[in-house]
């Protein structure tokens, strides 16, 4: 089975949006810094609290807008950048692993090489590598391509998604 699809900007911003998704190990450790942070802005001990209360702020001044405008603002201008994203790329599912190709080349992702996966109901991201992913629309499933198969050869060779 394979097929052919082009990664649009909207797909990059939005892959990249799926890959900085909070995993539950990253929220739990977002939420004890900010208790503790919360705790620390009530000591009483006037100059720790003032640190405390700079260290909330700044969470919620930066991370939060950084994560809702800046992040899929650099992605759109990554991708624009990025000229080899934007040329068609075939996906094709082997017993070996998945298979992309490109018009510059290509290569077969082995299954036991496969790191982790992720997916939201529009994107399939696969990673070889920890900051490396390919990006799968969950829309090449209109051209054919059946979304159910590599996720269920995902789920048995590389584990649950991420």
């Known amino acids: 089975m394979e097929t052919t699809y082009t990664i649009t900007e909207d797909d990059y911003a939005g892959a990249m949006k799926l890959f900085h998704k909070i995993t539950p190990g990253k929220a739990t450790v977002y939420a004890i810094v900010t208790m503790a942070l919360i705790l620390t802005a009530f000591s009483g001990l006037e100059i720790i609290s003032a640190g405390a209360s700079g260290g909330l702020i ?14 899929p603002f650099l992605a759109k201008r990554q991708y624009r950048k990025y000229k080899a994203i934007q040329e068609p790329v075939t996906v094709q599912l082997t017993d070996e692993g998945v298979n992309f190709t490109t018009a510059d080349g290509g290569g077969i992702i082995r299954w036991e090489k ?22 799968i629309p969950v829309r090449v499933a209109d051209s054919g391509f059946d979304i159910q198969a590599l996720v269920k050869l995902l789920e048995s060779r590389v584990g649950k998604k991420a």
């Open 58 to 71: 700044g969470i919620f001044l930066l991370l939060v807008p950084g994560r809702l405008i800046a992040m």
């Open 114 to 135: 496969l790191l982790k996966w992720r997916q939201n109901e529009k994107y399939i991201l696969i990673y070889p590598m920890p900051k490396l992913f390919h990006i």
